[in-house]
């Protein structure tokens, strides 16, 4: 029995090794890191990005790795190998950026839902393939991904390459075969959408900086966005080795003048309703950046409390300054951080600064019948741009494709193009430009359409309120002044990203989402004839079910009513709601004068029996 109870212990302790030798090692395969970069804006606004990122330091090309999961996200893991899936990149936006006035933000996103999704070589029939990955999102996202169908899907050849590293073969990415790009303007984002893409997360909205994630807090912004990139990168710096790369984003802007009575005072308190309390324990390293470069003398504005370090970088704008918390170490020495910026004056609007590059859409025409869609392109630099102009227009928008024109000061500007014409019904326009901007220039590219027709049944609910045509997208390389960009090949943590000194950068930015309208047909009508065939029915219903229900009877005119009967008729007459018909009445009257006499006889018999009884 001694012997039996030595063997169980020593397997338990063998198992339990076993178990820790394989945590240790895991956990050196994965790390995660969560971040939050605030920025002030020279219009009176705060911008709030976070950025979560978990590196597994697996192989994507081997199926079997996404078998044992310790940080990365499983249910997203099942659905990256089922459909061997290269790279995958989804964002869920409401509202608008606003190049112009914020400059660049660190990923930028259209209005509405966006996908776009590298598949691995070995699939074969990608179509097929991105219509089941969408309806299997669409139900993990909670979102309408499954409307990304074959009418809303382009295969972009020039404007969306791979992000991470590419596959073999060398030409992997240069085909256009293995990439879908959709994307649906008209989506709204809500609470349903932000509770799934929580749970993705290793600490899920328990602890660390997702704890300040309430709802009604987020969607009470100028602008929100929800993204998830995944991606395969370099595991060190030789690239020696390879790894995946979750990066979950989460960025808001709101307007601190408005809500701080003209100060642009801001606190984590304020803006998301509480303070933070914790650190998330998964976490490789946990930080807060505050960029002060607008605040070199702390004239301006005072943090609040002092930061754990100050870094700054020197740039061709002069120099890149940031206030770096330790979320662990502040938590640790205060309990509750709430990081904040009381400005010395009133917010005073004045000028802003543009940006090198941005851009300005809109509709053209009138009537319903054709019309056309604009882009103006502004570039405020002193050298030449290349870039490459992306536009999708859905099918019932028509589109010419000898009406294409790139005009520049009244000149033509040469492009090189790559079209695929739409089919009703089935394929939408796809339009890409690769040109030139001229120096400190205004670029307008344009082209016309012709409204179709659709069904009645292809009508949404509200068609009277238009349709929506997909953001256009410029894609180009920028000086690296105070831009962002993702590296291509080493891991996005906000830290790498922030001490990037890499002379260009690679900028995609989105232009607005549009709304035409079509030609409607009065869907009132329908209404209108219900609504005159009942007026007309009830109105005949009572006439003929008068004359199919009454009886018509002829009365004695030389007959005399009773005294009982002129009584009683006289008591109905003077009684609205009791008058009866006309041959009731008729009836009643020759019935009470036939028995007039033998009533009188009763009644007096009556009396006189009470009478004797008393």
């Given at each position: 029995?001694?012997?039996?109870?030595?063997?169980?212990?020593?397997?338990?302790?063998?198992?339990?090794?076993?178990?820790?030798?394989?945590?240790?090692?895991?956990?050196?395969?994965?790390?995660?890191?969560?971040?939050?970069?605030?920025?002030?804006?020279?219009?009176?606004?705060?911008?709030?990005?976070?950025?979560?990122?978990?590196?597994?330091?697996?192989?994507?090309?081997?199926?079997?790795?996404?078998?044992?999961?310790?940080?990365?996200?499983?249910?997203?893991?099942?659905?990256?190998?089922?459909?061997?899936?290269?790279?995958?990149?989804?964002?869920?936006?409401?509202?608008?950026?606003?190049?112009?006035?914020?400059?660049?933000?660190?990923?930028?996103?259209?209005?509405?839902?966006?996908?776009?999704?590298?598949?691995?070589?070995?699939?074969?029939?990608?179509?097929?393939?991105?219509?089941?990955?969408?309806?299997?999102?669409?139900?993990?996202?909670?979102?309408?991904?499954?409307?990304?169908?074959?009418?809303?899907?382009?295969?972009?050849?020039?404007?969306?390459?791979?992000?991470?590293?590419?596959?073999?073969?060398?030409?992997?990415?240069?085909?256009?075969?293995?990439?879908?790009y959709g994307a649906l303007p008209r989506e709204i984002v809500c609470t349903e959408n932000l509770t799934p893409w929580k749970k993705l997360l290793p600490c899920d909205s328990k602890a660390g900086l997702s704890t300040l994630f309430k709802a009604e807090k987020l969607h009470d912004s100028y602008y929100h966005s929800l993204g998830m990139h995944f991606r395969p990168v370099c595991a060190d710096s030789s690239c020696s080795s390879e790894a995946v790369e979750l990066t979950q984003s989460l960025s808001l802007v709101v307007d601190a003048v408005v809500n701080n009575n003209g100060y642009q005072n801001w606190a984590m308190r304020k803006v998301f309703g509480q303070s933070l309390s914790s650190h998330c324990p998964l976490a490789t390293h946990s930080k807060i950046f505050v960029d002060?470069?607008?605040?070199?003398?702390?004239?301006?504005?005072?943090?609040?409390?002092?930061?754990?370090?100050?870094?700054?970088?020197?740039?061709?704008?002069?120099?890149?300054?940031?206030?770096?918390?330790?979320?662990?170490?502040?938590?640790?020495?205060r309990r509750v951080l709430n990081v904040g910026a009381?400005?010395?004056?009133?917010?005073?609007?004045?000028?802003?600064?543009?940006?090198?590059?941005?851009?300005?859409?809109?509709?053209?025409?009138?009537?319903?019948?054709?019309?056309?869609?604009?882009?103006?392109?502004?570039?405020?630099?002193?050298?030449?741009?290349?870039?490459?102009?992306?536009?999708?227009?859905?099918?019932?928008?028509?589109?010419?494709?000898?009406?294409?024109?790139?005009?520049?000061?009244?000149?033509?500007?040469?492009?090189?193009?790559?079209?695929?014409?739409?089919?009703?019904?089935?394929?939408?326009?796809?339009?890409?430009?690769?040109?030139?901007?001229?120096?400190?220039?205004?670029?307008?590219?344009?082209?016309?359409?012709?409204?179709a027709f659709l069904k009645w049944t292809e009508y949404p609910p509200d068609a009277n309120h238009g349709f929506y045509i997909n953001s256009a997208v410029i894609s180009l390389l920028l000086p690296a002044d105070r831009t962002f960009a993702v590296p291509v090949h080493n891991t996005s943590t906000l830290q790498q990203i922030l001490s990037d000194e890499t002379s260009t950068k690679f900028i995609r930015l989105y232009t607005e989402s549009l709304l035409v309208s079509l030609p409607t047909p009065d869907f009132s009508m329908p209404y209108n004839v219900i609504c005159l065939a009942c007026t007309v029915v009830a109105i005949a219903f009572g006439s003929i079910h008068n004359l199919t229900t009454r009886r018509f009877i002829l009365l004695d005119p030389s007959k005399k009513k009773g005294l009982v009967a002129k009584i009683k008729g006289f008591l109905q007459r003077s009684k609205p709601e009791g008058r009866k018909e006309e041959s009731k009445g008729d009836a009643d009257d020759k019935a009470e004068t036939e028995s007039e006499s033998g009533t009188g006889e009763n009644s007096i018999g009556d009396g006189d029996l009470r009478q004797r009884k008393q």
């Open positions: 029995m001694a012997d039996y109870r030595h063997r169980e212990l020593l397997c338990q302790l063998f198992l339990f090794l076993c178990c820790l030798f394989v945590s240790f090692e895991a956990a050196k395969d994965d790390e995660f890191f969560e971040e939050l970069y605030i920025k002030p804006f020279h219009s009176g606004h705060v911008s709030f990005y976070f950025q979560f990122t978990t590196k597994w330091n697996i192989s994507l090309q081997d199926a079997d790795n996404f078998q044992h999961y310790r940080l990365f996200p499983k249910s997203l893991g099942d659905v990256l190998a089922t459909y061997n899936v290269q790279e995958l990149h989804l964002t869920q936006t409401q509202g608008k950026w606003r190049h112009q006035s914020w400059g660049y933000p660190v990923e930028d996103a259209p209005a509405g839902a966006q996908l776009w999704v590298w598949f691995k070589p070995t699939v074969t029939d990608v179509d097929k393939t991105w219509k089941d990955l969408v309806n299997t999102l669409s139900g993990l996202f909670c979102s309408s991904l499954n409307f990304l169908d074959a009418k809303a899907t382009v295969a972009p050849r020039w404007s969306f390459r791979p992000r991470g590293i590419s596959p073999s073969p060398k030409n992997y990415a240069a085909q256009s075969t293995y990439v879908r002060t470069s607008d605040n070199q003398d702390k004239e301006r504005f005072t943090m609040s409390p002092a930061p754990t370090e100050e870094q700054s970088s020197q740039q061709s704008t002069g120099v890149h300054k940031l206030a770096v918390y330790d979320i662990p170490a502040q938590v640790k020495e009381n400005y010395n004056a009133k917010f005073e609007y004045g000028d802003i600064t543009s940006p090198p590059v941005y851009a300005h859409r809109y509709i053209t025409g009138y009537g319903l019948e054709k019309g056309g869609v604009s882009c103006l392109i502004y570039n405020t630099l002193n050298t030449p741009m290349p870039i490459y102009y992306m536009d999708t227009l859905p099918w019932f928008t028509r589109a010419f494709f000898r009406s294409v024109n790139i005009d520049n000061k009244g000149r033509e500007v040469p492009y090189k193009v790559h079209y695929v014409p739409g089919r009703d019904r089935e394929r939408s326009y796809h339009l890409e430009l690769s040109f030139t901007l001229a120096p400190r220039s205004v670029t307008k590219v344009s082209l016309q359409f012709e409204r």
